[in-house]
Nanobody, 115 residues
Framework: QVQFEESGGGLVQPGGSLRLSCAAF????????VGWYRQAPGKQRELVAS???????NYIDSVKGRFTISRDNANAEMYLQMNNLKPEDTAVYYC?????????WGQGTQVTVSS
């Protein structure tokens, strides 16, 4: 079992930046591929970015060049640096394994991009 706890969200103007953090508890974080997911109002949750155990990264097209995923296995943490934010990035952001496990969803952190 593993628990994830997200933080770092907030309200930011278009073009701004945020850095999300994800802390993992209860398991060996370094053993898993992990990812950042988001769910906008009225939409399904989607995988935004993922990072494998060997550090390989993948992004959806809409965030490529703007978002950067990273992980710190020693401290069981994961990050999402988000630059040049757009209103369409507004969502609740979650971290989880990739592919996700239903029992591991945390509360998420709200990101709102608005002027």
């Amino acid at each position: 079992q593993v628990q994830f706890e997200e933080s770092g969200g907030g309200l930011v103007q278009p073009g701004g930046s945020l850095r999300l953090s994800c802390a993992a508890f209860g398991s060996i974080f370094s053993m898993y591929d992990v990812g950042w997911y988001r769910q906008a109002p009225g939409k399904q949750r989607e995988l935004v970015a993922s990072i494998s155990t060997d550090g390989s990264k993948n992004y959806i097209d809409s965030v490529k060049g703007r978002f950067t995923i990273s992980r710190d296995n020693a401290n069981a943490e994961m990050y999402l640096q988000m630059n040049n934010l757009k209103p369409e990035d507004t969502a609740v952001y979650y971290c989880n394994r990739d592919p996700p496990r239903n029992n591991f969803w945390g509360q998420g952190t709200q990101v709102t991009v608005s002027s």
